[in-house]
């Protein structure tokens, strides 16, 4: 049995709330999450707005620190939020591509520069070694040499996400996590992507964690998932098998309520929340 | 694939179009502030004669061949202490809002990239000089330290950092906020390389505009001290010193060297406003 | 039975730093009274566009040319005060960003109430009364608490609602919706949708339903169209489009998309990406990226054909007919 790639035990996140709302005097933002990443493995953390899977990512990628619970990375222990010397190693192993295109690129910055910085950061290269591999890096997702001097605002939605793919790879990490990396793109350039992603994966080894709210994405490009609600795991498992016979009655409600040819909306069993809705529920 | 540029762009486009992106006012605004610089460091160039050299059987003469702006109640030439007015006129304001930039970009991303005690030390400190007017802070270096511009620049660089700074540090909050920079900041870089490289730049025109808008306030301030008879001294040409010895001749009906001196502080300080609105714009358009 | 709104070969321009940008072109739609209409599009389709064209609402410096006409009534040409009656007494608009919408000082109540208190000049407390009983239909548990409070205790999804409510309080004739459900999570789309689309049904009120999701539409609405690069390339009933899509970049939506209940192989992408209408060649606006594409695509607009089930702009319509069915997770063509 191969050792899994990424291991979380026990992982909870709860934030202390400025002062006493409706909710309490924290939030538990994640509450028990445990689960194993096989090397080269996909895997799916599904939920809706509020259900903690922005928390999950940050503290994976170390940005915030959990509140109990550990992490261990191809045997090594990254649970703390560490200091540069360790970030540096931790960037090796695990890296992150955002949501929105606009902001995930420094828009003063060339596209070539974005991924030497990076480069250069981690491996003693010489110049034209340098050079080769952001242009190889280039090439790997999508685009051409010729994008080395573009600066982000001169590509596309789609072109700017390709290079955030890129400059997350130029680290050589093993572990990449896609938060919501193609919500904000257009459905001909979302399969796309979703595309590169899957002959990345093959090509590369590279293992993915995919965290996303859409069903149809978590199936195309996850072997396994985990359903989140409200920072509880409400189910956990091969991801064919958890869409096509969910055992938990909120993964039904989720699944059932994805568009799809044939499917009508419908109002759900549970009727509208009045007052009691917080701000938080979307 | 084609390169097309998005509805988001906006930033700054030096070098190529820059007359494009000022427009037609904010161009011609340049231009003129390009000519007063000129003429300040051409001065012993340009003038016709010595600015200090009196011409005591022409005093406070009107416009005449030799003298094209007319005379001083000293007789001394005007264009000739117009010209190398200027020097101290430009060169301060520029002084004190260098050094208060400088300053106050420093502090400011210093506390918004530590936070914490760091941030809300430095903040403080800020708020503190913000409540001291600027110009009783000049006149308290002055009377300490001297007169002379010296003094009062620095004193005012001092007040006038508290502004740059608050607004610095909104501008680098927001930066700090944004995505790249949580993507950078995983791979291990350090504060320094973050906010010099990626920070900075992002801010540089919102610095920019917010310098030129110091610099209209700085000039006025610096007249006001000259004015006061606590910057510059007799017999150095400065405009605003110039409109103090003017004075008394508007009431006697020669207000030549009050009236040239106090249009061209105008002019500046107009130009520059501006070229900082110019400039805004073109931060604004993020 | 006469139509609704007729929408005929409208074309509009945006004005830009130096000039005009063609955003729709010679876009022809119709729409009878009670009949919900889907508009599907990606990133500069112009969707947002038609939306804002029949309220007349584009910005400053734009222009517009075709025909549009509510009711046989010209909107081009109708007066401030026609103008304004049409806007808040015959159409109601939904928007993607509720919150946007609100003004966050202002109780619900308010807002739910002014179109009904400055349009219509009824009461206030007649409004709240009237509103709450259109709260209470879309299944809000007390509604008059509900209408008490401020924007910024409600979730997104609930302010959707209230949205739509204030909507229906004004019983228009045609409702447009932008996006309305774009922001939410999914289970609250499927029920805010499933209340628009009830609403839509029993007061027989007209949907124009512009969004990116083409199962959304169809799931709603009784016919769909499809907006590439500020044309209509297609048009067809909704149960038709997605199992019999007439043109090659509708089927190429359908393939592209991920599906939650089969899994796919291997997504069929659509080379590029989407283009507006200002950034075309000559010839078919989708023939670049089209696999289909041949000489006479390139270099001709192709003619819309109107079919047993619809229209579509294609010049081979005809021969991909069959090429083009999607069934679960089958690709298309080669």
Redo the contacts between chains.
């Keep these: 049995m191969t050792m899994p790639i990424l291991e979380a035990s026990h992982l909870r996140k709860v934030y202390p709330l400025a002062r006493r709302s409706r909710i309490g005097s924290e939030l538990v933002a994640v509450q028990d999450l445990t689960f194993d990443l096989a090397p080269g493995g996909a895997l799916g953390i599904v939920g809706e707005s509020g259900a903690g899977k922005s928390s999950v990512a940050a503290m994976l990628m170390g940005f915030e620190r959990p509140t109990s619970g550990a992490i261990r990375i191809k045997g090594k222990d990254r649970t703390a939020a560490a200091n540069s010397k360790e970030r540096k190693n931790r960037a090796r192993d695990i890296q992150i591509v955002f949501q929105d295109p606009n902001s995930s690129l420094d828009p003063r910055q060339r596209v070539g520069d974005a991924l030497d910085e990076v480069i250069r950061f981690h491996f003693p290269l010489s110049v034209e070694d340098r050079r080769s591999r952001v242009e190889q890096l280039l090439v790997d997702v999508g685009l051409s040499a010729t994008h080395y001097g573009a600066l982000p605002r001169a590509l596309s939605g789609g072109q700017r996400q390709r290079v955030a793919i890129a400059r997350a790879l130029a680290a050589e990490p093993s572990i990449l996590i896609l938060d919501e990396s193609v919500a904000a793109l257009d459905v001909s350039i979302q399969a796309q992507i979703l595309n590169l992603l899957a002959d990345l994966r093959t090509r590369l080894g590279i293992s993915y964690i995919f965290i996303s709210h859409d069903l149809g994405v978590i199936r195309y490009s996850t072997d396994t998932a985990i359903v989140m609600r409200r920072g509880e795991v409400v189910e956990q498992g091969p991801t064919w098998q958890i869409l096509d016979s969910p055992s938990h009655p909120y993964t039904q409600m989720l699944r059932n309520s994805v568009p799809r040819p044939g499917w009508k909306p419908r109002r759900l069993l549970r009727s509208a929340a009045g007052p009691n809705e917080g701000p938080s529920d979307d | 694939?084609s390169?097309?540029?998005?509805p988001?762009?906006g930033?700054l486009h030096l070098r190529p179009r820059l007359h494009l992106a000022l427009g037609i006012d904010g161009t011609i605004a340049a231009a003129v502030l390009v000519v007063l610089a000129l003429v300040a460091i051409l001065a012993s160039v340009l003038a016709p004669v010595n600015p200090l050299t009196t011409d005591l059987l022409n005093l406070n003469g009107s416009t005449s061949a030799s003298h094209l702006l007319g005379t001083d109640s000293n007789g001394r030439d005007l264009v000739a202490r117009l010209m190398y007015g200027a020097r101290t006129a430009l060169m301060a304001p520029f002084l004190v809002v260098l050094l208060a930039t400088t300053f106050g970009v420093v502090f400011s991303l210093l506390a918004a990239w530590s936070r914490g005690w760091v941030d809300s030390l430095i903040s403080r400190l800020l708020d503190i000089v913000f409540a001291f007017p600027g110009l009783l802070l000049a006149i308290l270096a002055v009377a300490v330290f001297g007169k002379g511009l010296m003094a009062a620049t620095i004193a005012l660089a001092i007040s006038y950092t508290p502004y740059i700074g608050r607004i610095v540090r909104g501008g680098a909050l927001r930066a700090l906020a944004?995505?790249?920079i949580?993507?950078?900041?995983?791979?291990?870089?350090?504060g320094l390389h973050i906010t010099i490289?990626?920070v900075l730049?992002?801010l540089a025109p919102l610095v920019l505009s917010q310098a030129s808008v110091l610099f209209g306030y700085a000039m006025i301030d610096l007249a006001a001290i000259s004015f006061l008879g606590l910057g510059v001294q007799e017999p150095t040409p400065d405009w605003g010193a110039m409109i103090a010895s003017g004075t008394s001749g508007i009431l006697a009906g020669y207000p030549q060297e009050a009236l040239y001196a106090g249009a061209l502080i105008v002019l500046t300080v107009a130009c520059v406003n501006l070229l900082a609105d110019r400039i805004g714009d073109q931060a604004g358009m993020? | 039975m006469a139509e609704l709104l007729e929408i005929n070969d409208l074309t509009v321009e945006l004005s830009v730093r130096g000039g005009h940008r063609l955003v729709l072109d010679r876009v022809s739609l119709d729409l009878a009274p009670g009949e919900a209409l889907g508009l599907v599009g990606e990133s500069g389709s112009g969707k947002s566009t038609m939306a804002r064209a029949v309220v007349r609402g584009l910005p400053d410096g734009a222009r517009v040319r075709g025909n549009l006409r509510f009711k046989g009534a010209d909107i081009s040409a109708m007066s401030p005060k026609q103008l304004r009656a049409f806007r808040s007494q015959s159409v109601a608009t939904i928007g993607q960003n509720p919150r946007a919408s609100m003004n966050p000082v202002r109780r619900i109540g308010d807002y739910a109430t002014e179109a009904l208190r400055t349009n219509f000049k009824v009461p206030l407390a007649e409004a709240l009364r009237r509103a709450a009983v259109v709260l209470g239909d879309i299944g809000i548990n007390a509604p008059e608490r509900v209408l008490r409070q401020y924007p910024h205790q409600l979730s997104g999804g609930m302010l959707q609602r209230v949205v739509i409510a204030a909507a229906l309080l004004v019983e228009p004739d045609l409702i447009i919706a932008d996006e309305p459900t774009t922001a939410l999570d999914v289970t609250t789309q499927s029920e805010v949708m499933a209340i628009l689309q009830s609403m839509q049904a029993e007061r027989g009120m007209a949907m124009l339903f512009i969004t990116h999701d083409l199962d959304l539409a169809a799931a709603v609405c009784d016919r769909t169209a499809v907006l590439y690069a500020g044309q209509i390339i297609e048009d067809q009933a909704s149960s038709q489009l997605q199992s019999h899509p007439q043109h090659p970049y509708t089927s190429g939506l359908v393939s592209a998309r991920p599906r939650v209940d089969v899994g796919i192989e291997r997504l069929v992408t659509i080379p590029g990406r989407p283009l507006a209408a200002y950034e075309r060649g000559a010839g078919c606006t989708f023939a670049p990226r089209c696999e289909y594409a041949t000489d006479i695509c390139r270099e001709n607009m192709p003619p819309v054909l109107v079919t047993t089930s619809g229209r579509v702009a294609c010049w081979h319509a005809e021969e991909l007919g069959t090429l083009l069915h999607n069934h679960e997770g089958e690709s298309i063509g080669s």
Excluded: D, E
Excluded at chain 2, 182 to 190: E, K, L, P, T
């Design positions: 694939m390169a097309q540029t998005l988001r762009a930033r944004q995505p790249y949580a993507a950078v900041r995983s791979n291990g870089f350090n490289r990626h730049p992002n993020n």
